[in-house]
């Protein structure tokens, strides 16, 4: 049985992480779905637990082993990270956490410090996102010492959960009419280690790394971007600057982050 979790605080934004989950998990009787809720000292967890238990009947009529966790504790990062270390899970879905507008502008810190704790593939919901199918996935690329890894393992675990079509982007100011030689090698390799999934490989010389995401995204109808630091070296640059919540808050695409 594999396990997703999904943290909630009943805001729109992590309610439709839970729907998203649902949809994107329905009829799969491998997967337990498990809701999940920190509620801080002094907080009315009895309501809480009504909220989740409603929700529960809801999502079980998509995902079977649907089941609620309710509990407290210092902070919301901590608890969320042992509570997955002890299950496991093969991903956490949220949505950028946040009760109140003020909280919100901060939600994105919580969600990239969970990606931070390299527990598992975190799934990034955008607030209006709506599920569709994933049948086409991006996956930026560095093209640099491409190699068979554990990140590249969890790539191919979610490939082959979906079977999606895989675009494989490079973007890099140097690219100049042809691709270099040292990219062609790296390419040809990322080509044997994923054969499975056919991938078509791209290279873009774009100075602005989420414009080239957005065009890109919008021109091959891209379903979900995966982005890990063995892709790419921008990764702590995306998450720990402005493009952090240019990809989170104005992208409709989700984000699955697999760190290292």
Not at 18 to 31: C, P, S, V, W
Not at 60 to 66: A, D, G, R, S, V
Not at 189 to 196: E, H, I, R, Y
Not at 222 to 247: G, N, R, V
């Amino acid at each position: 049985m594999k396990t997703i979790i999904v943290p909630l605080d009943f805001s729109e934004t992590s309610l439709n992480a839970a729907h998203y989950a649902a949809h994107l998990y329905k009829g799969k009787e491998d997967i337990t779905l498990i809701l999940y809720h920190f509620y801080a000292e002094g907080e009315d967890h009895l309501t809480a637990e009504n909220y989740l238990q409603s929700l529960q009947k809801e999502l079980l009529l998509h995902i079977p082993n649907t089941i609620t966790h309710l509990e407290s504790g210092e902070s919301f990062i901590d608890r969320l990270a042992a509570f997955a270390h002890i299950k496991r899970p093969i991903m956490i879905i949220m949505g950028l956490l946040g009760k109140t507008p003020m909280e919100q502008r901060f939600s994105g810190t919580n969600t990239l410090k969970i990606a931070e704790k390299n527990i598992c593939p975190i799934l990034v919901i955008p607030p209006q996102a709506i599920f569709k199918k994933i049948n086409n996935v991006l996956i930026t690329s560095e093209m640099k010492a491409v190699e068979e890894t554990p990140v590249l393992l969890e790539v191919k675990n979610v490939l082959n959960e979906f079977k999606p079509s895989v675009h494989i982007l490079n973007i890099n100011s140097d690219h100049y009419i042809s691709v270099t030689d040292d990219y062609k090698e790296e390419r040809d390799k990322m080509q044997v280690l994923l054969a499975d999934f056919n991938p078509e490989f791209y290279f873009m010389r774009l100075w602005d790394f989420h414009e080239s995401i957005n065009l890109f995204s919008a021109d091959k109808d891209i379903d979900m971007i995966i982005i890990a630091p063995k892709y790419h070296s921008f990764f702590e640059k995306l998450f720990k600057t402005q493009h952090t919540k240019t990809l989170l808050y104005q992208s409709q695409i989700p984000v699955l982050v697999i760190h290292e």
